[in-house]
């Protein structure tokens, strides 16, 4: 027993008052005693925490405000619709108070009541999915920020398609249909076919294809750095933003297209030059040398594709299709997934596990014919 506890204490001797001011002055030798236990705690332990009062709302605000530098305005648009919408339940929270309870019986409800407020159907695994990663987000954030004490996101499972529900199918190609593509490049414009080169070789997605400039590319290497996202929206109008995961990175294009590349640079140089116009070192620009916006190359893959029957084709297939075909051929996920700009390599795996099975059965086969032949 402590010895502040030491004190005799006798009812029968103590008036009611004195007894009260005993307890007081015992309370304050005990907390005088704590303190400095608590603030070794607070100071040396990093899972002590002191937590805020602030209500979901207020976190949802906090957090959309630090994000909104590191993603890109279409990220952030699509946070701030779902954060909203789980807020419809979770506003008047405190922060610290919603557990992983009451989320798992929210994507209960989503999964079984939500509803798509365009067309009144049941919303799909893809829309619960967004909406698991943007609230794993939000609740790792503040978590992370000392907000609350633990992140009750990291219990919940990630929603999956179930029985009875297809999942979106990625497009995607395979060698020979990619060689196809290629040879249909060959009657292309040399803009579109480098662009469409870069595009399969390097998996960069279409906003950071647009951000390219030509000092990020060292044609002796092929190394190229993405460092910049071009996007597009009418408040903003065409504007530089960081990639999506707030991170640059490097890849390495391969001979071939490193030819390619240099055949439009010098096309460009002579085009740009003839019109005196400065495109500020842009390697894929409208006719007046500004930036290409990300929805000119979709444009033009829907009319590659009608032309030469690849339907569905758009930028991220040629995405996928460098992901794919690496993946199945041995390529390592880690590596894949650096290259792809994926913030975990869980990402990669999630949506190239068909890859994957691919690569593991090819495996398979070399040790076979190493071993049983």
């Excluded at 008036?15 to 005993?22: A, F, G, Y």
């Excluded at 339940?89 to 365009?118: H, M, P, V, W």
């Excluded at 041995?330 to 700009?341: F, P, R």
Aim: net charge positive; charged share 30%.
């Amino acid at each position: 027993m402590n010895a502040c506890m030491s004190k005799e204490i006798s009812k029968t001797s103590l008036k009611r008052e004195e007894l009260l001011s005993e307890l007081k002055s015992i309370i304050a030798e005990l907390e005088m005693s704590c303190e400095p236990d608590i603030q070794r705690m607070d100071d040396g332990n990093p899972e002590y925490r002191r937590f805020s009062g602030k209500t979901y709302a207020e976190q949802v605000d906090d957090y959309l405000e630090e994000k909104k530098s590191l993603l890109s305005t279409g990220t952030i648009t699509n946070y701030r619709r779902i954060l909203k919408r789980a807020g419809i339940i979770f506003d008047d929270y405190f922060i610290q108070d919603i557990g992983c309870t009451e989320l798992k019986e929210y994507f209960r409800k989503l999964s079984t009541a939500g509803k798509n407020s365009y067309t009144g159907k049941k919303l799909k695994v893809g829309t619960i999915r967004q909406s698991y990663i943007a609230l794993h987000a939000f609740f790792t954030n503040a978590f992370d920020n000392g907000v609350i004490p633990d992140n009750p996101m990291k219990r919940i499972k990630r929603p999956h398609a179930g029985k009875d529900e297809e999942m979106k199918e990625i497009i995607s190609y395979d060698e020979k249909e990619v060689r196809s593509i290629l040879a249909c490049l060959n009657k292309e414009p040399i803009k579109w076919k480098a662009l469409m080169m870069v595009a399969l070789d390097s998996g960069c997605r279409c906003g950071e294809l647009m951000g390219l400039r030509w000092t990020d590319i060292d044609f002796t290497t092929g190394r190229m750095v993405i460092v910049r996202n071009i996007q597009y929206n009418t408040k903003k109008g065409l504007f530089v933003c960081t990639p999506k995961n707030g991170k640059g990175r490097e890849v390495y294009l391969n001979e071939p297209v490193v030819q390619i590349f240099k055949e439009w640079k010098n096309e460009q140089d002579k085009n740009m030059l003839i019109k005196r116009i400065n495109t500020d070192g842009y390697c894929f620009t409208a006719r007046k040398g500004t930036p290409m916006m990300p929805g000119c190359f979709n444009s033009y893959l829907r009319h590659f594709g009608k032309k030469y029957g690849f339907n569905g084709i758009h930028p991220h297939a040629l995405r996928h299709t460098m992901a794919s075909i690496s993946i199945a051929n041995g390529a390592d996920i880690v590596s894949v997934s650096k290259k792809l700009g994926h913030s975990k390599v869980s990402i990669t795996l999630d949506i190239y596990s068909h890859a994957n099975t691919e690569a593991q059965r090819r495996a398979n086969a070399v040790f076979a014919n190493a071993v049983y032949v």
